[in-house]
């Protein structure tokens, strides 16, 4: 019994230390894949406009900015400083779908072993971690710009249509959609877009996407759609898993160590 308690200590403690070491090691890592290139990007030379500490800089607000201004210039610097990817063609290693451990060690292992897609492949919910991965599709983008939103007194919702997510606010008592992934502004609600899908004819090609993808946004817009409010109610469990996570990435090797140094104190004193 003995024997089997210390090899238990033993195996938290290495396991701490580990641990403890790999978070160090990960403070020093940058989470923005190195290997960008346009021939890996949907929008190739078009896309990843801003570097990351550009991306840092321009998503925050400024002091002289109106609610309207803010809106309209943070959609386009997400587009412009997200990477955009065809989510499901690339290893999740290659460009840190799969969280690293040295980021993460519990969501690696969520991603490695628990089956669930979503961990194989992550979408953050905190918007600084999207900033700083800087690779996304539109539900990376609609997260982020919703709490950017929020964090600057905007009140913000997600729209989900099928096959593509956005985000809708009122601002000025004029309700605006916000297409954070391809940097387009709508200024209608989701109810009257539904019912009027030519209202953004030439809104996309305009931001100089192709003109195939007015026609299927018009298609996408004409369908049904769903309320999500704010990324805690679209990914309920996952975002606070999130939040847990990076506490817990740090706090379970310290509570290990303090064990195994509680019970070698222990041991000398008895």
Same mark, same amino acid.
Do not use: M
């Given at each position: 019994m003995k024997l089997a308690f210390k090899a238990c200590l033993s195996f938290i403690l290495i396991s701490s230390i580990g641990l403890m070491l790999l978070n160090f090691y990960g403070l020093t890592q940058d989470l923005r894949p190195k290997n960008l290139t346009p021939d890996v990007l949907r929008f190739?030379?078009?896309?990843?406009?801003?570097?990351?500490q550009n991306f840092f800089q321009l998503v925050e607000k400024t002091a002289q900015e109106t609610p309207l201004e803010?809106?309209?210039?943070?959609?386009?610097?997400?587009?412009?400083?997200?990477?955009?990817?065809?989510?499901? @063609? $690339?290893?999740?290693v290659a460009?840190?779908?799969?969280? +690293?451990?040295?980021?993460?060690?519990?969501l690696f292992l969520m991603g490695k072993y628990s089956g669930i897609p979503e961990y194989e492949r992550y979408h953050f919910s905190n918007p600084y971690k999207s900033v700083e991965r800087g690779i996304g599709i539109c539900g990376d983008a609609s997260i982020l710009m919703s709490q950017m939103l929020e964090k600057n007194g905007i009140e913000a919702d997600i729209l989900t249509f099928p096959g593509h997510v956005v985000v809708t606010a009122n601002i000025d008592d004029q309700q605006f959609i916000f297409d954070a992934d391809f940097g387009v502004v709508?200024?209608?609600?989701?109810?009257?877009?539904?019912?009027d899908v030519g209202i953004i004819k030439g809104l996309y090609s305009g931001q100089g996407h192709p003109e195939s993808d007015d026609r299927?946004?018009?298609? @996408? $817009?004409?369908?049904?759609?769903?309320?999500?409010?704010? +990324?805690?109610?679209?990914?309920?469990?996952?975002?606070y898993f999130e939040k847990f996570a990076y506490v817990a990435k740090w706090l379970l090797p310290v509570l290990g160590l303090l064990l195994c140094l509680f019970n070698i104190r222990k041991k000398r004193l008895g």
């Open positions: 190739g030379d078009r896309d990843v406009l801003l570097s990351k803010y809106a309209k210039r943070v959609t386009k610097v997400i587009a412009d400083g997200t990477a955009h990817l065809d989510w499901e @063609t $690339y290893d999740p460009f840190h779908q799969l969280v +690293p451990a040295w980021e993460n060690w519990i709508i200024p209608t609600s989701a109810e009257q877009l539904n019912q299927f946004f018009q298609y @996408t $817009y004409s369908k049904p759609f769903q309320v999500w409010d704010g +990324p805690e109610h679209f990914i309920t469990k996952k975002f």
